[in-house]
């Protein structure tokens, strides 16, 4: 609560969730950074991990029958499992969902202009239930945009594969030191893997 004077407050309120679990996603350390060079490129600066863990309750259309959406995962960097399935209010009885593997690798540390993203990924579904894996992308923020294709040349993915992952083309050089980007994985059901680069001159 937060109090503002003059009868104003601002309260947030919380539930306590016994099936959320504290995220082991653990973060880079100045020993993960890549060492200092002599070379004008995109330096990895950190990571960010999105977690997309929700409870969203709906409503069966044309009913009064109530659902909800649980949204999960287990794991660490890149290695998770994420559980996404519906449930019905009342009765608990599973209606929905699916459960899948995600294994990736990071991206290169200094990306020098020309430079191709290169990472391997493997997207593997566990068990579903009517459902299948939300899609999947890896985005680099370089024009409109540019995402990672696999072997097949496919950019969107929303079933099992495993392949390295690359970029069409290379990274364009920075306009000015310390302009940043990012290379965004987006491993669906709102979890999200970014890696943050900045422009370096030397």
Not at 49 to 57: H, I, L, N, R, S
Not at 141 to 159: R, V
């Amino acid at each position: 609560t937060v109090n503002m004077g003059s009868g104003f407050k601002a309260v947030y309120t919380y539930k306590w969730d016994p099936e959320l679990v504290r995220s082991e996603v653990k973060e880079e350390t100045k020993d993960d950074l890549p060492p200092k060079s002599n070379v004008s490129g995109w330096y990895f600066t950190n990571y960010e991990f999105v977690d997309g863990t929700a409870k969203v309750e709906r409503v069966l259309a044309g009913t009064t029958d109530k659902m909800e959406d649980i949204t999960k995962f287990e794991g660490s960097k890149g290695n998770i499992t994420i559980y996404f399935n519906r449930y019905d209010k009342s009765s608990g009885k599973h209606l929905a969902g699916v459960n899948y593997s995600v294994k990736w690798t990071d991206p290169q540390k200094v990306l020098i202009p020309g430079d191709k993203i290169k990472m391997n990924y493997t997207l593997k579904t566990i068990t579903n239930k009517t459902w299948t894996p939300n899609q999947q992308t890896v985005l680099f923020n370089q024009g409109m945009g540019m995402y990672l294709k696999d072997s097949n040349g496919n950019e969107f993915f929303k079933t099992d594969f495993s392949s390295e992952l690359v970029s069409p083309k290379g990274v364009d050089k920075g306009y000015k030191a310390n302009d940043k980007k990012s290379v965004t994985v987006n491993l669906g059901s709102g979890f999200k893997a970014i890696y943050y680069y900045e422009w370096r001159v030397y």
